[in-house]
Nanobody, 125 residues
């Protein structure tokens, strides 16, 4: 059974950077989609970024485009989210997720099959 574990969250000042990691344990098949979502207090979970493992295609939410970057380390079966120029509105719990099989558009939360427990990112003004 595949499990996902996020790390790298924390407190950062506006304008700063953080890198989140998502390590997958268990067997994955190389054709899945890895995604990052976030949920701020009182709000619904929203898409942030995603990566198609086989084709290395990427998707980004408009709110993070050109500031956040998703990447992978195949040997470690790990996905990263580099977050630059952070804003207070980026404050949320960030969740890593996996979908068996790819999509051809940015995924919705209901498209994903496996979730991590989340890591909190707090951006102070």
């Amino acid at each position: 059974q595949v499990q996902l574990e996020e790390s790298g969250g924390g407190l950062v000042q506006a304008g700063g950077s953080l890198r989140l990691s998502c390590a997958a344990s268990g067997r994955t098949f190389g054709n899945d989609l890895r995604g990052w979502f976030r949920q701020a207090p009182g709000k619904e979970r929203e898409f942030v970024a995603a990566l198609t493992w086989s084709a290395f295609g990427t998707y980004y939410a408009d709110s993070v485009k050109d500031r956040f970057f998703i990447s992978r380390d195949s040997a470690k079966n790990t996905v990263y989210l580099q977050m630059n120029s952070l804003k207070p509105e980026d404050t949320a719990v960030y969740y890593c997720s996996l979908r068996w099989g790819t999509t051809y558009s940015p995924p919705h939360p209901h498209d994903m099959d496996i979730w991590g427990k989340g890591t909190l990112v707090t951006v102070s003004s």
